[in-house]
């Protein structure tokens, strides 16, 4: 699965893993509907901004985002958007309060330069399934 994006004069393929959790490693994600929203707000907001979801997977306390981007956007650029529109948003209609600030600063991310994509999104979607 490769996903390229193109312009005037630019063909590329930039693909980012990203893993980031809530503050305190909260378990947000076993709020009901908190999860769906998260998802649609993210895909809303990778639809705005030209970045493409390859998969996306939420446990009970951390995120994992596999995405292609424009060569344009950088990974923080992409984390930054995607943690300011959501954090403020989710924590108005699910969490009301009980958190001053939703995300952590960090998130891990990688390349999907040494991995084929296929593999890198097998292990994501895999995340729910695995034991432990």
Known sequence: ??????NAAVLSMVQYHFVFCPRYRRKVFLIDGLET??????????????IGILDMECLADYCHLFV?????????????LIKRKTGPE???E????KCPQLWTRGYL??????????????????????GG
């Open 109 to 130: 991310v990688s390349t999907a330069v040494a991995l084929p994509s296929e593999l890198v999104s097998k292990y994501v979607s895999s995340q729910k399934t695995r």
């Open 94 to 97: 699910y969490l009301r309060g």
């Open 90 to 92: 989710l924590k108005r």
């Open 37 to 50: 929203r998260f998802k649609e707000l993210v895909a809303q907001i990778c639809g705005q901004n030209g």
């Open 68 to 80: 292609s981007a424009p060569p344009e956007l950088g990974p923080a650029d992409i984390m930054r």
């Open 1 to 6: 699965m490769s996903e390229n994006t193109k």
